[in-house]
């Protein structure tokens, strides 16, 4: 099974702030990778696919970049909105989620 | 506007069935393949189930394979999960999704609550 590893865990910033996640695969996934956005109590929102295609609707401030076996997404200046959890998905072979990132501030 | 809505959670005993029913509606549902995506309570996501459109390709994560069966009827715009042989573990909140296979997850309910517990 491919495993997903996402750091950090937790993550503190400020309005304004650069900021980045990371995803790495257990083996290579070419570009089979999205990341997804999860607010308490609602469910989670795809914000990126083919680990670089923004999903229509969503800011450009999100971008996302790497192939392989990592991944990065960056929020280029983070807004209120934006303090949530994020996860990566593999979708190379069958699926398989990231533990995630909470967003703090 | 996609709408996905999830039934038939509830409280159950280990060892016994339930049976998770989404309703699709604004899409054409045939033209997509159909996730489901389970959250214990506090936890992260876990992929569960995916079939493709026509259901000639299905797939489950070993946590479930051999006790969960997907489906879907895309004359009634539905989708399935069959749940056997339920354990404590598999408590969480059920989201079906619409999109690829292989894909992303586009577009999700807002679930359905699972309860295994004696």
């Known amino acids: 099974d491919i495993q997903m590893t996402q750091s950090p865990s937790t993550l503190s910033a400020s309005v304004g702030d650069r900021v980045t996640i990371t995803c790495r695969a257990s083996q290579d996934i070419g570009s089979w990778l999205a990341w997804y956005q999860q607010k308490p109590g609602k469910a989670p929102h795809l914000l990126i696919y083919g680990a670089s295609s923004l999903e229509s609707g969503v800011p450009s401030r999100f971008s996302g970049s790497g192939s392989g076996t990592e991944f990065t997404l960056t929020i280029s200046s983070l807004q209120p909105d934006d303090f949530a959890t994020y996860y990566c998905q593999q979708y190379d072979t069958y699926s398989t989620f990231g533990g995630g990132t909470k967003v703090e501030i | 506007e996609v709408q996905l809505v999830e039934s038939g959670g509830g409280l159950v005993q280990p060892g016994r069935s339930l049976r998770l029913s989404c309703a699709a509606s604004?899409?054409?549902?045939?033209?997509?393949?159909m996730h489901w995506v389970r959250q214990a309570p506090g936890k992260g996501l876990e992929w569960v189930s995916s079939i493709t459109w026509s259901s000639d390709q299905i797939a489950y994560a070993d946590s479930v394979k051999g006790r969960f069966t997907i489906s879907r009827d895309n004359a009634k715009n539905s989708l399935d999960l069959q749940m056997d042989s339920l354990r404590p573990d598999d408590t969480a909140l059920y989201y079906c999704?619409?999109?690829?296979?292989?894909?992303?997850?586009?577009?999700w309910g807002q679930g359905t609550l699972v309860t295994v517990s004696a």
């Open positions: 604004g899409f054409t549902f045939d033209d997509y393949a």
């Open positions: 999704a619409k999109g690829a296979y292989p894909g992303p997850a586009e577009d």
